[in-house]
């Protein structure tokens, strides 16, 4: 994929609502990141509201570096436009790596894996070559969404000793 600045769309799954990440969504989302729970693979303490106001307004900004683009959207319940969660793609030309969180009361209904699977479809139709995300070694619930999503986990470990877990697009297709 050769990025392309443009604006991240909203999409729709049969529950979800992927909308484009505001600074203002911070408000509601303070309160799902709240978990300490949420951190225990990833380490780090819930964010208080200025943290993520400050946060969100970088990752609408984008990273500044050429040949780079970020993409990030709230999870919403269709049916009552709740916020239970996020999606990240950081994009580049070597590859899109996709990223999720699901607030602790809203996990286990497959929430992250509805709306990972639309961002890594979308990523795919968008040119995408190889879909990677990284994934704690002893995360066993991020690897069934990445292993749903058509995502293999690989011998590589990142510099956070993450594992990674990678779709190249040819193998989409053959799956």
């Known amino acids: 994929m050769r990025p392309t600045a443009r604006p991240t769309p909203s999409l729709e799954t049969l529950r979800l609502r992927l909308d484009p990440l505001r600074p203002s969504d911070a408000t509601e989302m303070v309160?799902?990141?709240?978990?300490?729970?949420?951190?225990?693979?990833?380490?780090?303490?819930?964010?208080?509201?200025?943290?993520?106001?400050?946060?969100?307004?970088?990752?609408?900004?984008?990273?500044?570096?050429?040949?780079?683009?970020?993409?990030?959207?709230?999870?919403?319940?269709?049916?009552?436009?709740?916020?239970?969660?996020?999606?990240?793609?950081?994009?580049t030309p070597a590859e899109s790596d996709l990223a999720w969180v699901v607030g602790v009361d809203r996990q286990g209904q497959g929430i992250a894996t509805e709306a990972a699977r639309?961002?890594?479809?979308?990523?795919?139709?968008?040119?995408?070559?190889?879909?990677v995300a990284h994934i704690h070694p002893d995360h066993i619930a991020s690897g069934?969404?990445?292993?749903?999503?058509?995502?293999?986990?690989?011998?590589?470990i990142d510099s956070d000793g993450e594992v990674v877990w990678a779709l190249d697009v040819g193998e989409a297709a053959t799956s």
Do not use: M
């Open 118 to 131: 639309a961002i890594c479809d979308w990523l795919i139709a968008s040119g995408a070559g190889r879909v």
């Open 31 to 91: 309160e799902v990141l709240g978990d300490q729970g949420l951190y225990l693979f990833t380490g780090g303490e819930p964010p208080t509201l200025a943290e993520l106001e400050a946060r969100y307004r970088s990752q609408v900004a984008g990273p500044g570096r050429q040949g780079e683009l970020w993409h990030n959207w709230i999870i919403r319940l269709a049916a009552n436009g709740e916020a239970v969660g996020f999606v990240q793609a950081t994009v």
């Open 144 to 156: 069934k969404v990445a292993a749903a999503l058509g995502l293999h986990r690989t011998d590589e």
